[in-house]
């Protein structure tokens, strides 16, 4: 439920930054769910696949960060200010329960024991974020369930390819994402032994 809300978060975000105005967004946990916002032909060109590519993004930066527990507090922030942000957009009880939740998870976990498990929960949430795109997509794809989905919208507005199509190309994204963040993570941060991760610097 948290992923579908950060999927939605990821509609409602681009829809801002591209000029749009925010309605609503709801999360149902047999419907999946559902961003209502207005704009123009610009928004909602950026906004249709920012649900799969944000989510994939965000869960990129989480995986990157948690390695490193400076750098989980430092996502968190991000990850807290996304879920109050849903909840200031959501319209249903479930959508702000859930991200209310999870918020307040990662508030308590970021002062416990100085943030030891915070990297664990930032990396489950950014795992799953990025699954969570990759296993939406890989199913339409593969089951061809495109009736209704982002891609198939897409596709009906602006053409070029099938929802197949965009969904394969937004597939390569998400699976870079996720693997990038995984390698960078490695390269940047190096185990100091103790369980955490620290900066690894350029010298021996």
């Not at 495109?146 to 929802?163: H, L, R, T, V």
């Not at 490695?186 to 900066?199: E, H, I, P, R, V």
Request: with cysteine; glycine share 14%.
């Amino acid at each position: 439920l948290v992923t579908i809300s950060l999927h939605e978060f990821g509609h409602a975000c681009m829809a801002c930054v591209s000029g749009g105005k925010v309605k609503s967004i709801t999360v149902d946990p047999n419907l999946g769910g559902l961003t209502t916002y207005v704009g123009n032909r610009r928004t909602q060109c950026l906004a249709l696949p920012a649900g799969y590519l944000g989510s994939s993004l965000l869960g990129g930066i989480l995986v990157f960060c948690g390695f490193n527990v400076t750098a989980t507090k430092g996502a968190a922030i991000m990850l807290i200010l996304c879920l109050v942000l849903t909840m200031f957009w959501s319209r249903n009880l479930l959508a702000f329960g859930v991200s209310l939740a999870f918020a307040g998870v990662c508030g308590l976990l970021w002062w416990l024991d100085g943030g030891r498990y915070l990297k664990y929960f930032t990396l489950f949430i950014g795992v799953m974020s990025c699954i969570y795109s990759i296993l939406e997509i890989l199913d339409m794809l593969v089951l061809r369930k495109s009736n209704g989905s982002d891609a198939e919208q897409f596709a009906e507005k602006y053409g070029i390819c099938p929802a197949q199509g965009w969904g394969f190309i937004w597939l390569l994204i998400s699976l870079i994402f996720l693997v990038g963040a995984i390698l960078g993570g490695l390269a940047a941060f190096k185990d100091d032994g103790t369980g955490n991760s620290s900066q690894q610097n350029g010298g021996n």
